[in-house]
Protein backbone atom coordinates (compact mmCIF):
# COMPACT_ATOMS: atom_id res chain seq x y z
CA UNK A 1 0.00 0.00 0.00
CA UNK A 2 1.58 3.58 -0.96
CA UNK A 3 2.46 5.76 1.93
CA UNK A 4 0.71 9.52 1.37
CA UNK A 5 3.34 12.08 2.18
CA UNK A 6 2.57 14.62 4.60
CA UNK A 7 1.61 17.32 1.99
CA UNK A 8 -1.29 14.55 0.34
CA UNK A 9 -2.58 14.03 3.78
CA UNK A 10 -3.00 17.89 4.12
CA UNK A 11 -4.83 18.41 0.96
CA UNK A 12 -6.69 15.01 1.35
CA UNK A 13 -8.16 17.25 4.72
CA UNK A 14 -8.60 20.47 3.12
CA UNK A 15 -10.80 18.78 0.46
CA UNK A 16 -12.90 16.41 2.90
CA UNK A 17 -13.58 19.17 4.90
CA UNK A 18 -17.04 20.95 5.21
CA UNK A 19 -16.61 25.01 4.10
CA UNK A 20 -18.13 25.96 7.19
CA UNK A 21 -15.44 23.79 9.26
CA UNK A 22 -12.41 24.84 7.43
CA UNK A 23 -13.85 29.01 6.83
CA UNK A 24 -13.84 28.85 10.85
CA UNK A 25 -10.83 27.42 11.46
CA UNK A 26 -9.25 30.44 8.81
CA UNK A 27 -10.66 33.23 10.55
CA UNK A 28 -8.36 32.14 13.87
CA UNK A 29 -5.43 32.83 11.72
CA UNK A 30 -6.03 37.11 11.25
CA UNK A 31 -4.93 38.17 8.05
CA UNK A 32 -3.80 36.53 5.58
CA UNK A 33 -0.57 37.34 2.91
CA UNK A 34 -1.89 38.35 0.02
CA UNK A 35 -2.01 35.56 -2.95
CA UNK A 36 -3.03 35.86 -6.33
CA UNK A 37 -4.99 33.54 -8.64
CA UNK A 38 -2.96 31.65 -11.37
CA UNK A 39 -6.29 29.63 -12.14
CA UNK A 40 -9.74 31.06 -10.40
CA UNK A 41 -11.77 28.30 -9.25
CA UNK A 42 -13.46 26.66 -12.11
CA UNK A 43 -15.96 24.01 -11.90
CA UNK A 44 -15.35 20.82 -13.86
CA UNK A 45 -15.96 16.73 -14.06
CA UNK A 46 -13.46 14.21 -13.59
CA UNK A 47 -14.01 10.28 -14.22
CA UNK A 48 -13.87 8.22 -10.50
CA UNK A 49 -12.56 4.85 -11.15
CA UNK A 50 -13.64 1.92 -9.15
CA UNK A 51 -12.53 -1.97 -9.17
CA UNK A 52 -14.87 -5.01 -8.66
CA UNK A 53 -14.92 -6.44 -4.86
CA UNK A 54 -12.15 -3.10 -4.43
CA UNK A 55 -9.49 -5.66 -5.62
CA UNK A 56 -10.77 -6.18 -9.30
CA UNK A 57 -10.18 -4.79 -12.49
CA UNK A 58 -10.83 -1.30 -12.54
CA UNK A 59 -13.63 0.27 -14.45
CA UNK A 60 -15.36 3.66 -14.80
CA UNK A 61 -17.82 3.95 -12.27
CA UNK A 62 -18.61 7.55 -13.48
CA UNK A 63 -18.42 11.25 -13.51
CA UNK A 64 -17.99 13.38 -10.60
CA UNK A 65 -17.93 17.05 -10.39
CA UNK A 66 -15.14 18.79 -9.01
CA UNK A 67 -13.95 22.41 -8.30
CA UNK A 68 -10.40 23.60 -8.58
CA UNK A 69 -8.17 26.31 -8.03
CA UNK A 70 -4.31 27.57 -8.20
CA UNK A 71 -2.93 30.10 -6.18
CA UNK A 72 0.48 31.74 -5.85
CA UNK A 73 1.81 33.12 -2.43
CA UNK A 74 5.27 34.79 -2.29
CA UNK A 75 6.95 31.78 -4.29
CA UNK A 76 4.83 28.99 -3.88
CA UNK A 77 1.92 27.66 -5.94
CA UNK A 78 -1.29 26.40 -3.53
CA UNK A 79 -3.47 23.63 -5.49
CA UNK A 80 -7.24 23.00 -4.01
CA UNK A 81 -9.49 20.30 -5.36
CA UNK A 82 -12.80 19.81 -3.66
CA UNK A 83 -15.25 17.39 -4.98
CA UNK A 84 -18.77 19.49 -5.69
CA UNK A 85 -19.30 22.77 -6.77
CA UNK A 86 -17.86 25.04 -4.02
CA UNK A 87 -15.83 27.95 -5.30
CA UNK A 88 -15.07 29.21 -2.08
CA UNK A 89 -13.91 25.64 -0.99
CA UNK A 90 -11.21 25.21 -3.57
CA UNK A 91 -9.82 28.54 -2.96
CA UNK A 92 -9.26 28.26 0.57
CA UNK A 93 -8.05 24.61 -0.06
CA UNK A 94 -5.37 26.28 -2.21
CA UNK A 95 -4.24 29.12 -0.13
CA UNK A 96 -3.94 26.70 2.69
CA UNK A 97 -1.78 24.47 0.64
CA UNK A 98 0.53 27.52 0.15
CA UNK A 99 0.93 28.60 3.00
CA UNK A 100 1.88 25.33 4.27
CA UNK A 101 4.88 25.50 1.70
CA UNK A 102 6.12 28.86 3.83
CA UNK A 103 8.44 28.33 6.80
CA UNK A 104 6.40 30.53 8.28
CA UNK A 105 2.80 30.14 7.98
CA UNK A 106 3.64 26.39 8.15
CA UNK A 107 3.69 25.30 11.90
CA UNK A 108 0.39 27.95 12.14
CA UNK A 109 -1.17 26.34 9.16
CA UNK A 110 -0.66 22.87 10.88
CA UNK A 111 -2.11 23.75 14.49
CA UNK A 112 -5.41 25.58 13.49
CA UNK A 113 -6.14 24.37 10.68
CA UNK A 114 -5.01 20.85 9.41
CA UNK A 115 -5.01 18.90 13.01
CA UNK A 116 -8.24 20.60 14.22
CA UNK A 117 -9.88 19.62 11.04
CA UNK A 118 -8.31 16.37 10.90
CA UNK A 119 -10.09 15.62 14.29
CA UNK A 120 -13.32 16.57 13.37
CA UNK A 121 -13.28 13.93 10.49
CA UNK A 122 -12.20 11.29 12.60
CA UNK A 123 -15.14 12.18 14.95
CA UNK A 124 -17.23 12.47 12.14
CA UNK A 125 -16.13 9.11 10.69
CA UNK A 126 -16.16 6.95 14.42
CA UNK A 127 -19.92 8.36 14.58
CA UNK A 128 -20.68 7.07 10.96
CA UNK A 129 -19.19 3.88 11.99
CA UNK A 130 -20.99 3.59 14.78
CA UNK A 131 -24.20 4.27 13.16
CA UNK A 132 -23.62 1.51 10.56
CA UNK A 133 -22.81 -0.75 13.55
CA UNK A 134 -26.13 0.03 14.67
CA UNK A 135 -27.91 -1.26 11.44
CA UNK A 136 -25.75 -4.00 11.18
CA UNK A 137 -27.16 -7.28 10.66
CA UNK A 138 -25.50 -10.66 11.34
CA UNK A 139 -27.23 -13.85 9.63
CA UNK A 140 -25.91 -17.22 10.27
CA UNK A 141 -27.37 -20.50 9.60
CA UNK A 142 -28.76 -23.08 11.75
CA UNK A 143 -27.74 -26.70 10.71
CA UNK A 144 -30.50 -29.33 11.64
CA UNK A 145 -28.77 -32.63 12.58
CA UNK A 146 -30.08 -35.67 10.56
Known amino acids: MEQRTERQTSMAILAKSSLSH ?3 RIE ?7 YTFLRSPEIGLTMVRGRA ?3 GEAFNLGEMTIT ?8 FTGFGYVGGRSKRHAEL ?4 DGLL ?10 SQ ?14 KQQRQTEA ?3 DFFTMLRGE
Open 135 to 137: TKV
Open 68 to 75: RCVVRIED
Open 53 to 55: GGT
Open 28 to 34: TLGELPQ
Open 101 to 110: QTEAWKPKIY
Open 93 to 96: AAVC
Open 113 to 126: IIQPLQTILQQQQA
Open 22 to 24: LEQ
